[in-house]
């Protein structure tokens, strides 16, 4: 009879794993961080040294070697990668598989701070969804906050709006819509004589875009005021994902914005080698992701994933090719459905 349970039914875990993956880090040193105050012992620490490891093969070797067991207190979803010496700025990864609408997600943080959160998370006292937002005091160098740029190369305004509000939403908002639905039915059922606040559904923010460079935005000036209030409210947003700034270009060659994207980006203190193009082709194609080094490249990913791809790869889960892979991945989950 096999020991195995579901991650419902075993539901508290009160050990991990810590990967490092970079030399000039101790055992001794991450224990120290990681183990508890309160803890009597450091036996729910458990450091592996894995040097030169990507955070995706580790994802592979966690999840072939942790089980979910019933004699087995190691949390099988989550783990913390200690892949810089920055333990404080630039901090560590607390990785959660399958947290985030089904996707692999990850965190960056001082290190003590994601074994909070993870210990938080192994007895279900917080969620993913509690401890993912990004807060208005986090670390440029753990957290991308505007740090890409999305280029507007698509002749429509209203429809480049739509899609950079779904690529700064990311995954956050996948299936509200029909969890929304499923409430509102709920709500019809169990309330006999409902008013019109208890029928109305729950709106999802909206978030306008700030167009910085080249053009100004278009609008009508009485609208102004209401504008910038609003995306100074997009911005403060902890739920949104707020990684991309809109730049409008004054050219709509692609080699053209490659060979000056360093010194836009410098001047607005943004990634000097990945963007984003928001151009004719997105409704049929997807967002063109694009890289300026160490060679040029680029791959087009359609979905709500793609607004996770950059900031995956500037947190390190994962590298540009394993993005281009993903994006591929999805693609083909989406031709089959």
């Not at 740029?149 to 899609?163: C, G, I, R, S, V």
């Not at 980006?265 to 890289?291: C, S, T, W």
Request: aromatic share 8%; hydrophobic share 35%.
């Amino acid at each position: 009879m096999t020991d195995e349970v579901t991650f419902k039914e075993h539901n508290s875990f009160f050990a991990f794993r810590a990967y490092v993956t970079v030399p000039g880090v101790t055992r001794e040193t991450v224990l120290r961080h990681l183990v508890h105050p309160d803890a009597d012992d450091d036996e729910g620490v458990l450091v592996e040294v894995c040097i030169g490891e990507t955070v995706q093969s580790l994802i592979q070797h966690h999840d072939e070697n942790t089980p979910i067991r019933r004699d087995s207190d190691v949390h099988p979803r989550m783990f913390i990668v200690i892949d810089s010496t920055d333990l404080q700025e630039r901090g560590v990864l607390l990785v959660g598989l399958q947290q985030y609408h089904g996707h692999n997600d990850a965190v960056r943080g001082p290190i003590e701070e994601m074994r909070d959160s993870l210990l938080s998370m192994s007895i279900a006292n917080t969620d993913w969804w509690e401890e993912k937002p990004i807060r208005a005091d986090s670390n440029p160098k753990a957290v991308p906050k505007q740090w890409f740029t999305a280029y507007n190369l698509h002749d429509d305004q209203t429809k480049f709006d739509e899609a950079f509000l779904k690529l700064n939403e990311g995954l956050y908002d996948v299936h509200v819509d029909e969890d929304e639905d499923d409430e509102m039915e709920m709500e019809m059922e169990t309330v006999e004589t409902p008013d019109d606040d208890a029928l109305s559904d729950v709106s999802i923010s909206s978030h306008l875009v700030e167009v910085t460079g080249g053009d100004e935005a278009v609008g009508d000036d009485d609208d102004q005021g209401d504008d910038e209030e609003a995306i100074e409210e997009a911005e403060d947003d902890p739920n949104m994902g707020n990684f991309y700034r809109a730049f409008k270009p004054d050219t709509s060659d692609l080699d053209q914005i490659a060979q000056g994207h360093a010194t836009q980006a410098q001047q607005h203190k943004q990634d000097p080698n990945m963007f984003v193009v928001i151009d004719q082709e997105y409704e049929a194609e997807g967002f063109l992701i694009m890289r300026v080094t160490p060679e040029r490249d680029s791959f087009r990913c359609k979905g709500a994933v793609a607004g996770e791809l950059l900031r995956w790869i500037w947190i390190n889960l994962m590298t540009w090719d394993g993005a281009k892979a993903y994006a591929a991945r999805q693609e083909n989950t989406q031709q089959q459905e």
